[in-house]
């Protein structure tokens, strides 16, 4: 009897999380920070199963000062905050963050949002502009701050497909300091994967001056077993019940 117990535990486990075979490599965690066309690249630690940037900090060759955290998931999700002191004229920021995800499933269901906080260095006035993604990050029409998901080719590039959920608005104040959203999309029906690879995209100008701006953001996918999968699984935990009902039987 045991034995066969086994054998359904196996066939609902696989029927659902069975993953399609890769022939390349997991990509790596990547973070990138580009100030004003100069690029700085962060570390990316290990915690586990997470993705980790520990509160980074940058001073740039124009003086700026950048921070940033970052927990990356494989489940698939990120987390990131970013605080900027924008010193002299307005400068021009730019994140990405880049981990490995497991999401061998076709559909996914994809959400979004970040949150503004401004703070006047005194002059008056504060603003976040969004920006548009470099030129090679897929964008849907409205050129704000884009998430994306991939899948590493063989020749070692990235195929990157865009996820439709953009949270980019411009945000301003008088003086002082305010805080603006969280701005969301989704949840909402995602590309078709399957991806082994989940990035987020940030761009924005700043209003220079010493003005200071943090944003908080987050996003995530969820993979949706296709209804094979989900038969499979299915038959897998009635087999469970009905060799549990027999056990019980005097």
Do not use: W
Not at 17 to 29: D, K
Not at 41 to 66: W, Y
Not at 180 to 192: D, E, S
């Amino acid at each position: 009897m045991r034995k066969y117990v086994v054998l359904a535990l196996g066939i609902a486990i696989l029927g659902a999380f069975a993953a399609p075979a890769r022939a390349q490599e997991t990509p790596l965690p990547e973070a990138t920070v580009i100030v004003d066309g100069v690029s700085y690249s962060l570390d990316v630690l290990r915690d586990g199963k997470l993705f980790i940037i520990d509160q980074a900090r940058i001073v740039t060759q124009g003086g700026d000062i950048v921070e940033v955290a970052m927990t990356g998931d494989p489940d698939p999700s990120i987390a990131y905050a970013i605080g900027v002191v924008d010193i002299g004229l307005p400068s021009a920021f730019g994140f990405a963050f880049g981990i490995p995800i497991v999401c061998p499933e076709p559909a996914t269901i994809v959400s979004s949002s970040i949150g503004y906080t401004l703070t006047d260095a005194g002059d008056g006035a504060v603003s976040l502009t969004p920006l548009p993604p470099p030129g090679f990050v897929p964008v849907d029409g409205d050129l704000a701050t884009e998430t994306a998901v991939g899948t590493l080719s063989p020749d070692g590039g990235f195929t990157l497909v865009n996820m439709g959920v953009d949270v980019g608005l411009a945000a301003a104040a008088g003086g002082g300091t305010t805080v603006h959203g969280p701005f969301a999309a989704g949840p909402m029906a995602g590309p078709a994967g399957p991806f082994d690879s989940l990035f987020a995209d940030i761009n924005f100008l700043g209003s220079g001056g010493g003005d200071a701006l943090s944003l908080t953001g987050a996003l995530t996918v969820v993979c949706v077993p296709e209804p094979g999968s989900l038969a499979t699984l299915g038959v897998g935990l009635v087999a469970l019940g009905v060799l549990a009902y027999r056990r019980r039987k005097p």
